[in-house]
């Protein structure tokens, strides 16, 4: 069974940092490219970032291009998202996105909030 | 890259059918066959429920179809259940490892 569990949401400060996981199992995580998608509070859904299956690919949306850094470890099935200098638009539940052969997301975490706030 | 467009809401009565369109431009929807629909129930993680305009996954049952014309692709579901009030958004890939969602429909099974 596929599995994506996110960490590291919380609260933190406008301007500030914080590094989210996401623990794969289930599948050959080397094999598949990932991806970040957020949804802020009673909005929709909103693209963020994707890495290639071996990481030398990385996307990101405009919205968080030279804030976010996405990378991965597949010796410990783990995906990253480095997210820096945040502000309140960037208040979110995170999620943790599975690719299935560049097509479509298959698999999804049960996602991380996110809250920038003073 | 702007959101794909959605209807806010549609509804309709157990039994009935409803369609939601998500219309895109040729560098999006109508540029790619990768168009792909989700489902989220309140609270809860995005299902996929279409892929490739037209394919179910496993599991999801023959009531939702999907199409495509020109930049524009639609959901129908068939036989509306209670189970089916939820939201959905599309989802088209638009080039360079981009994607991107429509703005979300939510759905009312009156």
């Known amino acids: 069974e596929v599995q994506l569990v996110e960490s590291g949401g919380g609260l933190v400060q406008p301007g500030g940092s914080l590094r989210l996981s996401c623990s794969a199992s289930?599948?050959?995580?080397?094999?598949?490219?990932l991806h970040w998608v957020r949804q802020a509070p009673g909005k929709g859904l909103e693209y963020v970032s994707a890495i290639s299956y071996d990481g030398s690919s990385t996307y990101y949306a405009d919205s968080v291009k030279g804030r976010f850094t996405i990378s991965r470890d597949n010796s410990k099935n783990t995906l990253y998202l480095q997210l820096s200098s945040l502000g309140a638009e960037d208040t979110a539940v995170y999620y943790c996105v599975k690719d299935h052969s560049a097509s479509y997301f298959d698999y999804w975490g049960q996602g991380t909030l996110v809250t920038v706030s003073s | 890259q702007s959101a794909l467009t959605q209807p806010p809401s549609a509804s309709g009565s157990p039994g009935q059918s409803v369609t939601i369109s998500c219309t895109g431009t040729?560098?999006?929807?109508?540029?790619?066959?990768?168009v792909s629909w989700y489902q989220q129930h309140p609270g809860k993680a995005p299902k996929v429920i279409m892929y490739a305009i037209s394919k179910r996954p496993s599991g999801v049952p023959d009531r939702f179809s999907g199409s495509k014309s020109g930049n524009t692709a639609s959901l129908t579901v068939s036989g509306l259940q209670a189970e089916d009030e939820a939201d959905y958004y599309c989802?088209?890939?638009?080039?360079?490892?981009?994607?991107?969602f429509g703005t979300g429909t939510k759905v009312t099974v009156l």
């Open positions: 040729s560098s999006d929807v109508g540029g790619y066959n990768f």
């Open positions: 289930g599948f050959t995580f080397n094999n598949f490219a």
């Open positions: 989802s088209s890939y638009a080039g360079s490892n981009n994607y991107v």
